[in-house]
């Protein structure tokens, strides 16, 4: 898959997962699909950018004597996802021609 278009999947599914509830880098990470790799690596520093944006909070829990980040999705990082979901009619017709011409 592309870098870009990845990229832009990325963001919307990290937001998905944390709009479902809040959660932290592990388990983001198994919940994303699989088909974009997601990895830890590639996810803090993603998770730092939509925070950076304003589309994400961190708070820290202690767990078994550590403490663990936990992301909470904002009113923006609703706006994007809801913005996102506005698109996807576009977004479909594209892969739809595109699919069309490569079939052709």
Known sequence: M???LKRGF???CVLASINRQDSYGYQIV???PPSLHLTESTLYPLLKRLETAGMLTVYSV???GRLRKYYRITERG???LNDFLKEWDDIAAVYEYVK???TA
């Open 30 to 32: 198994k919940d994303v």
């Open 100 to 102: 069309r011409g490569a």
């Open 10 to 12: 990325l963001d919307v």
């Open 2 to 4: 592309d870098a870009q």
């Open 62 to 64: 202690e767990h078994n």
């Open 78 to 80: 609703i706006a994007y």
